[in-house]
T-cell receptor, first 114, second 111 residues
Framework: GAVVSQHPSRVICKSGTSVKIECRSLDFQATTMFWYRQFPKQSLMLMATSNEGSKATYEQGVEKDKFLINHASLTLSTLTVTSAHPEDSSFYIC??????????FGQGTRLTVV | GQQVMQIPQYQHVQEGEDFTTYCNSSTTLSNIQWYKQRPGGHPVFLIQLVKSGEVKKQKRLTFQFGEAKKNSSLHITATQTTDVGTYFCAPGGTSYGKLTFGQGTILTVHP
């Protein structure tokens, strides 16, 4: 299957700083990628749709100025958590689809804000 | 996206026992996908069901899609410790990769 690579896998940052997470499709081009957030023992919640060459589409309740998404190429989308606070600590995961069926997920990034 | 209710939230079984998780929708689904997420890992695609009444098997896993396409189930026969993880259903969306996940069922298998 297709490979989606996410980096970093873990990051600890201080409150008030920004963190950038990268999501790459390694063996296919992805004009659209998706970003999810998952709190412990909860489901994955879609945050936004990342569109290559255009603005991201955010789900209701997700602050677009806090979670900046850039999709400058067909193989890379980035999510920047700006002015991070402890409540932003979570597991962030990206996905991309290829063809007609399944979604491929990155390995996820566990963000801890201290 | 389409909403689904997944039950149970947790399931603890002894190794060798069977396990079933259910996914229910109030509306007709075009299709439904199932994913497995190991502890600390990312979701991995298991299967997609499209047809009314469809039944698919993958070794000890049996997936069903209801006749009305409003519910689905995943059944594992004779669980093993490698089955541990969270199982999610996800109604298929129009944009591949954009998914609305069920609440998930966390499966624990005791050896």
């Amino acid at each position: 299957g297709a490979v989606v690579s996410q980096h970093p896998s873990r990051v600890i940052c201080k409150s008030g700083t920004s963190v950038k997470i990268e999501c790459r499709s390694l063996d296919f081009q992805a004009t659209t990628m998706f970003w999810y957030r998952q709190f412990p023992k909860q489901s994955l919640m879609l945050m936004a749709t990342s569109n290559e060459g255009s603005k991201a589409t955010y789900e209701q309740g997700v602050e677009k100025d806090k979670f900046l998404i850039n999709h400058a190429s067909l193989t890379l989308s980035t999510l920047t958590v700006t002015s991070a606070h402890p409540e932003d600590s979570s597991f962030y995961i990206c996905s991309a689809g290829q063809g007609a069926t399944e979604a491929f997920f990155g390995q996820g990034t566990r963000l801890t804000v201290v | 996206g389409q909403q689904v209710m997944q039950i149970p939230q947790y399931q603890h079984v002894q190794e060798g026992e069977d396990f079933t998780t259910y996914c229910n929708s109030s509306t007709t689904l075009s299709n439904i996908q199932w994913y497995k997420q190991r502890p600390g890992g990312h979701p991995v695609f298991l299967i997609q069901l499209v047809k009314s009444g469809e039944v698919k098997k993958q070794k000890r896993l049996t997936f069903q899609f209801g006749e009305a396409k409003k519910n689905s189930s995943l059944h594992i026969t004779a669980t093993q410790t490698t089955d541990v993880g969270t199982y999610f259903c996800a109604p298929g969306g129009t944009s591949y990769g954009k998914l609305t996940f069920g609440q998930g069922t966390i499966l624990t298998v005791h050896p």
